[in-house]
């Protein structure tokens, strides 16, 4: 979605306010038959009180980046870019199947989309929740592409710090929700995608119980901070 707030349904921190993020998501989960002119008055429409519902279903699925001055650093300016990435014939197909299921399934509500974008997220790499295999598992995966002279498959590798990185992002979020309630999927073969829903909130005096030097890292500090408005 293009507007003048840029918006992510990916994990991605976002600008929107909740009243923009309530009627966008109330917009895109309209029946296809409805009425296209209705449009503007949707997005426009404040929340009510019946909105409590929806709005607890996207704070599971959507990191809201913070609008109001806090005790943390500021965030920096977020930068948009696209990335072609490279997908083995498994992962395409899976993405084919998902897409297909999707377009057939005679259920748009709220739930039945964002269930089909976390299973779309698995098949990618997103730069800040992806915790790849091991070294040593790599270089002995490698090994056996090339003894079988079988296809090498395109795979993104992440060096050893974003590896590293990527556990403690994991170790953190576990250790600091107040109400450590926290659904992990890992997915074997290959890679594996660390996708979450996370219920709960990180409360300041847990973020000063950080690993030294965490919040150095831009990224960990947008999710972080995310997390916490959210």
């Known amino acids: 979605l293009l507007s003048s707030r840029q918006i992510c349904l990916t994990g991605t921190p976002i600008h929107n306010i909740i009243y923009d993020l309530l009627g966008i998501i109330s917009f895109i989960t309209q029946p296809q038959s409805s009425n296209q002119d209705n449009w503007s008055p949707f997005i426009l429409s404040s929340p009510s ?50 897409y297909k299921e999707f377009l057939s399934s005679k259920s748009k509500g709220p739930g039945e989309l964002f269930r089909n974008i ?15 295999i091991a070294k040593a598992d790599l270089e002995d ?17 992440v060096d050893v710090e974003t590896f590293m990185m990527s556990n403690k992002i994991a170790h953190l979020l576990q250790s ?35 690993p030294e030097n965490f919040f150095n890292n831009p990224e960990c500090e947008v999710l972080i901070s995310s997390i916490a408005a959210a």
């Open 118 to 132: 976390n299973k779309l997220r698995i098949c990618f790499n997103h730069h800040i929740m992806l915790n790849t």
């Open 141 to 157: 995966h490698e090994g056996r592409s090339t003894q079988d002279n079988s296809p090498t498959i395109t795979q993104t590798i």
């Open 49 to 98: 009180k019946g909105s409590n519902d929806i709005l607890h279903l996207e704070l599971w699925h959507l990191s809201l980046r913070r609008t109001k001055t806090t005790h943390l650093k500021p965030l920096l300016t977020i930068s948009h870019h696209f990335e072609l990435l490279p997908l083995n014939p498994t992962m395409q197909q899976e993405c084919s199947t998902l």
């Open 176 to 210: 600091l929700m107040k109400n450590k309630q926290s659904n992990w999927w890992f997915i074997p073969n290959g890679p594996n995608f660390l996708i979450s829903q996370i219920y709960g909130t990180i409360t300041a005096q847990a973020q000063e119980k950080a």
